[in-house]
């Protein structure tokens, strides 16, 4: 499965990396694209092991809260 997310809060390449780590350490989740300018992130995962759900908290607990697309 695909989502993508608007984090408002994305301001540069370092906020990209902490994203990229952060949930690339998920259960389940494949790939981690952040895109800086346009302040969106898009994370490929196993929908089995792991949900829209849970990608938007991980993103809120490491202070990106994702606003609905």
């Known amino acids: 499965m695909e989502t993508t997310f608007t984090a408002p809060d994305i301001e540069c390449d370092g906020c990209a990396a902490s994203i990229e780590k952060a949930l690339g350490r998920q259960d389940g989740v494949q790939t981690v694209t952040v895109d800086v300018s346009a302040k969106r992130v898009t994370v490929t995962y196993d929908?089995?092991?792991?949900?829209?759900?849970?990608?938007?908290?991980?993103?809120t607990d490491i202070g990106f809260p994702?606003?609905?697309?």
């Open 66 to 69: 994702p606003q609905e697309e």
């Open 47 to 59: 929908g089995a092991r792991t949900g829209r759900a849970q990608v938007a908290e991980a993103l």
